[in-house]
């Protein structure tokens, strides 16, 4: 399947989690989601999508927001998720099966807001945000696994009363909070 299919190097045939670079212009079809005045994506209740190798950028509210029915069957892989003037992934009752995987997050409000959700948060880099990497709210409980989490500028993650995030394996450093 093409979510699963590894990203490969020229060098040394396959690179390791924190080696890899994303490179969008290897995928067919990357999509440029720049300067919109709402949100880069919006998945309204009761829709899913794969959003796959997409440079998801400057927008004005989140760059990628979604939440409700049918959620659990989205999955974010592969892409450039920076600098929007809210969250970089913006997600709401989010159920148990979503899949934020292997992503860059960078310059965004906050990186990853989750609010009342499920969902599997893993191996991505989030990093320079202007507030918290990952923040966790209104009994939250999703997983937060093998990501990379720095220089951001509040929080690495902030978990915020009654959420209950199982945190794992994830290297957290430099933060300013």
Not at 44 to 66: M, T, W, Y
Not at 100 to 112: A, F, K, T, V
């Amino acid at each position: 399947m093409a979510e699963e299919k590894l990203i490969q190097d020229d060098e040394d045939n396959e690179l390791k989690k924190d080696e890899l670079l994303i490179n969008v212009k290897s995928f067919p079809n990357p999509n440029v989601i720049e300067g919109n005045y709402n949100q880069g994506i919006l998945l309204v209740e009761g829709s899913s999508a794969k959003i796959f190798a997409n440079k998801i950028d400057g927008n004005f509210k989140a760059n990628i927001a979604l939440g409700g029915k049918a959620s659990g069957e989205t999955r974010i892989k592969y892409n450039y998720i920076e600098n929007s003037k809210s969250e970089g992934i913006y997600v709401i009752e989010g159920e148990e099966y979503l899949l934020i995987e292997d992503n860059e997050i960078s310059g965004n409000n906050d990186g990853i807001v989750m609010v009342n959700s499920m969902g599997c948060i893993k191996q991505n880099r989030i990093k320079g945000n202007n507030r918290s990497g990952i923040l966790t709210a209104s009994k939250t409980k999703c997983i937060i696994d093998s990501n990379t989490i720095e220089d951001n500028f509040a929080a690495g993650i902030l978990i915020k009363n009654p959420s209950l995030p199982d945190l794992r394996r994830n290297e957290i450093a430099k933060n300013f909070f």
